[in-house]
């Protein structure tokens, strides 16, 4: 007597195949496939600085750092009338090197600054917490990230890319792309939910070349893309659109931005002038 | 017992560690550099028929016999004697000392200095009343002019007037007092009675200006300074573009009204006027042209019926002429034989007139006529062969490094190698945006040198110096500028000795708005780049190195664009967001001890 196994009970019927079953089968094995590809595929780029952000929001920092670690909140005792924001160029009066940024999340302060506080009195009315205990090694370098991406911590930053970081900075860049572009902003309706980075792997496949990076900001989209019936659905369909900005950027303005953006990619900028043997 | 050892090692070594912080606060230049002479400043006794002669680095005053033109005797002075008046009898000479913020009374009878008054900070020239009554005295540090009774000591007025004012002269019928501001192209006119300043007339393009003396009656009063051309790109040396010479000739009763004459030749600038004498009869002015080691013989009247002649709408372009004293046949420029000519004294008696030639260490005797000159009396006593160190000081005067001797490296940083106070557009960070001269004492040891950086090292950029004044850098040269860059002349600073308690709550404020993030010590600077926000409309850079800050009290205007006129103005109006570090919501009085504190460093 032959065994019988659920495919035969389910998809036969006396040695005869239950084609429609079959069909309906087929289709469902499909459309999983397809619906994890699709997942897979739109899954939104979360870099180590977006995941600091949540990390960040999660732990409190926004309570005296301020909305999203910017202006900080206003502090009676501090000498400037507020506790640090991250912004604003505040990171150099308080860190020197990255290793300060984590001794500062970890123990709540420097070791170069003990005593400081006995010597010169309190800093803030709410003393910066420790999060030694609270947080592991990933999670320190995703709060760092977000640290560095909101206080623009560049220490080796060349001039031109600084310049092309104000422009960024001035035309509203980073209200759309988050600070130091580190992207991570909600954008419902397209391809992966979140505006794109600057920094992660998706901006490659937006961006192909010099000229399609002059494009996106320009015309606020590429031809390529639109050219695309999924991308241009997409592109169409999402709710924050690109602006264009051809009528808004000079050309010099555009350069520098330019080499802002390829400069967060890894490229290298002009950096202070040589000396010119004439002047 | 051992705790009474640790105390006495204890104060043994604060002893020996405050004796040495003493020693350095005081230290301006290199050990042997003060025993040079650097003859400044002479005076003539007719009575005595006698020449003093002031000798800056070697604090001291030589007494010239002028018939035999002999050294009669010496009298050491304070430190850096630096102008000198005579009493109206000639029993006394009133001498200023620069670093001794102090007037010194020398009894010419017993040859000793006899009394001491002191003074504000930094006193430069000196004036006496036609009456013998009131001592004017310039402070130079302090920018204020003081009145003393002569007979009392009493101060009789003490007026604030323009940015480092360094020589003032009476106009005894009309008691009207003129002043010279070496560092805000201005000059400032007071009630010579009261002290009421009665107008501060602008000089356009002035710089660095010297001395000054009325002239026909009281009519005019003139001043010999540079005219800087800072309003233009620093591209073109010829005809005086960055920097040329010459008088400021001030109508003294209309208010405003200056013509200013140039002494440059065309292809021959007059680098650095300096000193400045008139004849009796007001016929011939003299002026010492300290950087390229000439006198110039101007003839009055000609120059009087030049400035007549000149209308309000032709004296910009006068002041561009860099032809007019020849083509006008103003005068006449002779070598005075020596280096870096300062100071004068005319002799009318013999028909002479005396150069104080500061790098050679001598006194050129000559011809007020002709200005030939008919001998050299040596005041200095070290070798004729210089000091790396002093070399690099002359050269650092000297316009003859330059093409066309329109100007030498003290013509923006002052004889001292510090600032103009004027910002300049030198090109080589771009065109289009001026920026404040720095001072060169601290570029040697915070690299990279200027406000963006463009100089890796101060090495680098005493070859784009050299450069700067037309030629290749030439490798003697640049050694004797190295070395002399590298222990700048440092003045003492009498901030130090100020109220303590504002400078120790000072010091708290600053390190309480983290000002020591960046301006840490020993150099006061981390050497990087920061933007503060700062950045003006025409300026293609947001961050500037961070300035030391050292010597900042006497570095003004402050911030790469000069925008703050004092050390308050940064934190009252240039420092918005905290971003120049945490002093928002500071009190004035926070801010004064702040600044108390920081003019100590």
Request: aromatic share 10%; charged share 25%; proline share 5%.
């Amino acid at each position: 007597m032959p065994a019988r196994g659920i495919v035969k009970d389910a998809f036969t019927i006396e040695g005869k195949y239950r084609y429609g079953r079959l069909l309906v089968l087929l289709l469902c094995t499909f459309g999983l496939l397809g619906l994890g590809l699709e997942a897979y595929v739109r899954k939104p780029e979360i870099t180590d600085s977006i995941r600091g952000k949540e990390l960040a929001q999660r732990m409190g920092c926004f309570a005296c750092h301020g909305p999203e670690g910017f202006r900080g909140v206003p502090d009676p005792v501090s000498p400037g009338g507020r506790m640090p924001g991250w912004d604003e160029g505040m990171a150099p009066l308080y860190v020197d090197t990255e290793e300060e940024i984590e001794e500062w999340i970890l123990n709540g302060h420097l070791t170069s600054e003990e005593g400081r506080q006995e010597e010169l009195g309190a800093e803030n009315l709410a003393p910066m917490p420790a999060y030694r205990d609270l947080i592991g090694e990933k999670e320190l370098e995703d709060l760092k990230a977000y640290f560095i991406a909101v206080a623009e911590y560049y220490p080796s930053m060349p001039d031109e890319a600084y310049e092309g970081s104000l422009v960024a900075k001035r035309f509203g860049c980073f209200g759309c792309h988050g600070p130091s572009g580190m992207g991570g902003i909600q954008n419902p309706g397209s391809f992966t939910g979140i505006v794109p980075s600057w920094k992660g792997e998706h901006f490659a496949e937006l961006v192909e070349n010099d000229s399609e990076l002059q494009e996106w900001i320009l015309d606020g989209k590429v031809q390529r893309i639109m050219d695309h019936p999924i991308g241009r659905y997409f592109m169409e369909r999402q709710i924050i659109q690109m602006p264009a900005y051809r009528n808004e950027l000079s050309e010099a303005d555009l350069q520098k931005l330019l080499a802002y953006i390829k400069w967060l990619r890894g490229a290298e900028a002009k950096d202070r002038e040589a000396d010119n043997p004439i002047a | 017992m051992k705790r009474i050892i640790c105390r006495g090692f204890y104060w043994l070594g604060f002893a020996a560690f405050s004796s040495l912080t003493f020693l350095l606060a005081n230290v301006s230049r290199p050990e042997g550099e003060f025993e040079y002479s650097s003859p400044i400043a002479l005076t003539i006794s007719v009575v005595k028929d006698e020449l003093y002669v002031l000798s800056q680095t070697d604090s001291s005053l030589a007494i010239i016999e002028l018939e035999t033109r002999l050294v009669t005797s010496e009298v050491p002075l304070g430190r850096f004697p630096t102008d000198s008046v005579l009493s109206p009898d000639g029993a006394f000479l009133y001498v200023s000392c620069l670093y001794d913020n102090c007037i010194q009374i020398v009894d010419l009878s017993s040859r000793a200095v006899s009394g001491s008054i002191e003074v504000g900070f930094e006193p430069y020239g000196l004036e006496i009343s036609s009456d013998g009554k009131r001592l004017y005295v310039a402070n130079s540090l302090s920018n204020t002019v003081r009145a003393l009774s002569i007979d009392t000591g009493k101060v009789l007025f003490d007026t604030e007037v323009g940015r480092n004012p360094r020589y003032l002269a009476e106009l005894a019928d009309q008691g009207v007092l003129v002043v010279s501001n070496g560092l805000s192209r201005n000059a400032t006119y007071l009630d010579a009675r009261d002290g009421r300043v009665l107008e501060t007339r602008s000089l356009e393009r002035a710089s660095l200006l010297r001395d000054v003396v009325f002239a026909k009656g009281g009519k005019y009063a003139i001043v010999a300074g540079l005219i800087a051309h800072d309003e233009m790109m620093t591209l073109q040396i010829e005809r005086g573009w960055i920097n040329s010479n010459g008088l400021y000739v001030m109508e003294v009763g209309e208010r405003g009204r200056f013509v200013t004459v140039s002494l440059d030749g065309l292809l021959d600038g007059a680098a650095n006027p300096w000193g400045l004498a008139i004849s009796k009869d007001g016929e011939r002015l003299y002026v010492s042209l300290a950087g390229i080691h000439e006198l110039a013989i101007v003839d009055m009247s000609k120059l009087v019926a030049l400035v007549e002649a000149t209308a309000a709408d032709d004296v910009v372009r006068l002041s561009q002429d860099v032809e007019a004293f020849d083509r006008h046949g103003l005068g006449v420029r002779c070598e005075t034989g020596g280096l870096g000519p300062r100071g004068l004294a005319l002799d009318e008696r013999r028909g002479l007139v005396y150069v104080a030639n500061y790098f050679s260490g001598d006194v050129s005797i000559m011809d007020s006529k002709t200005g030939s000159v008919e001998a050299l009396l040596p005041i200095e006593k070290m070798p004729a062969e210089k000091s790396l160190w002093r070399q690099g000081e002359l050269l650092f005067n000297d316009a003859r490094l330059c093409q066309q001797n329109y100007y030498s490296c003290a013509s923006c940083h002052q004889e001292d190698a510090t600032m103009d106070g004027l910002n300049w557009d030198l090109v080589n960070d771009g065109k289009g945006n001026p920026k404040n001269a720095k001072s060169l004492h601290d570029a040697m040891d915070t690299p990279p040198v200027m406000w963006s950086g463009v100089r890796e090292s101060m090495f680098a950029g005493v070859a784009a110096g050299q450069r700067f004044l037309g030629f290749i850098p030439n490798q003697e040269n640049h050694e004797a500028l190295t070395a002399y860059l590298s222990e700048p002349p440092r003045a003492p600073n009498p901030f130090v000795d100020e109220d303590e308690a504002a400078q120790a709550r000072g010091q708290r404020v600053f390190d309480r708005a983290r000002c020591d993030a960046c301006h840490f010590g020993p150099t006061y600077s981390d050497g990087r780049r920061h933007d503060l926000g700062l950045r003006a409309h025409f300026e293609i850079r947001s961050r500037f190195y961070t300035p030391s800050l050292r010597e900042v009290y006497r570095t003004g205007p402050y911030l790469h664009h000069g925008f703050a006129e004092s050390l308050e103005d940064i934190f009252k109006e240039f420092n918005p967001d905290n971003r120049h570090g945490l002093t928002a919501g500071l009190t004035d009085a926070e801010i004064a001890d702040l600044v108390a504190y920081l003019k100590t460093l």
